[in-house]
């Protein structure tokens, strides 16, 4: 994988959807994934959509993927302050030794 | 399941001092890994391995020595810290790697040194 971005921060009220977006350059890309990190604590897989994907829904969890535009986005509805956390988007890219992470969104839910 | 299990979770250390911190995973992986992470960087691989005496160099290997004897075990060691080396270390374990490649992470080890 080359380069993964993302957005460093995103407020949100508590109830609100909150949607993490992130670029990434590799289009042999096979997953791209979502991991949650909360304080103190190591990652966490969220999920993870398939290249060949458009979307993927888990509970408030909806994942968009457009291949053309190297853009996947994470929407979490009605979120919780229990959602504040730091989100990272990575990809697996064939022939790599390791996920590429970017360099994660802090998402802060006020009540 | 313990799943990825570090020690310390905490270590100050002197310039020069030498020490290892330890992974070790109860999930019969092969593929294990081991990260920084800094503010404003993300997450970085120093070293990983895809099996019991196979290892590798991944982006920031200066300083690092690892080894794997076992498939549960994969230490971490730091020959002479600096100060650079102030961060906190994330030791990771997959299946395989590849395919849909989830990495489980132990709950870190934070690391100064002064």
């Known amino acids: 994988g080359e380069d993964v971005e993302q957005s460093l921060f995103l407020s949100v009220r508590e109830g609100d959807s909150s949607v993490i977006n992130c670029t990434y350059t590799?289009?042999?890309?096979?997953?791209l994934y979502w991991y949650k990190q909360e304080p103190g604590a190591g990652l966490q897989l969220l999920t993870y959509?398939?290249?060949?994907?458009d979307m993927k829904q888990d509970q408030r969890l909806t994942v968009l993927l457009n291949k053309k535009d190297k853009h996947l986005s994470l929407r979490i509805a009605d979120t919780q302050t229990g959602d504040s956390a730091i989100y990272f988007c990575?990809?697996?890219?064939?022939?790599?030794?390791?996920?590429?992470f970017g360099k994660g969104t802090m998402l802060l839910v006020s009540p | 399941n313990a799943g990825v299990t570090q020690t310390p979770k905490f270590q100050v250390l002197k310039t020069g001092q030498s020490m290892t911190l330890q992974c070790a995973q109860d999930?019969?992986?092969?593929?294990m890994s081991w990260y920084r992470q800094d503010p404003g960087m993300g997450l970085r691989l120093i070293h990983y391995?895809?099996?019991?005496?196979?290892?590798d160099q991944g982006e920031v290997p200066n300083g690092y020595n690892v080894s794997r004897s076992t498939t549960e075990d994969f230490p971490l060691r730091l020959l002479s810290a600096a100060p650079s080396q102030t961060s906190v270390y994330f030791c990771?374990?997959?299946?395989?790697?590849?395919?849909?490649?989830?990495?489980?992470f132990g709950e870190g080890s934070r690391l100064t040194v002064l």
């Open positions: 990771a374990s997959s299946y395989s790697h590849g395919d849909t490649g989830e990495l489980f």
């Open positions: 590799d289009s042999s890309s096979t997953y």
């Open positions: 959509i398939f290249s060949n994907m």
């Open positions: 990575a990809e697996s890219v064939p022939g790599y030794s390791t996920l590429t």
């Open positions: 999930m019969n992986h092969e593929y």
């Open positions: 391995s895809v099996g019991a005496g196979i290892t």
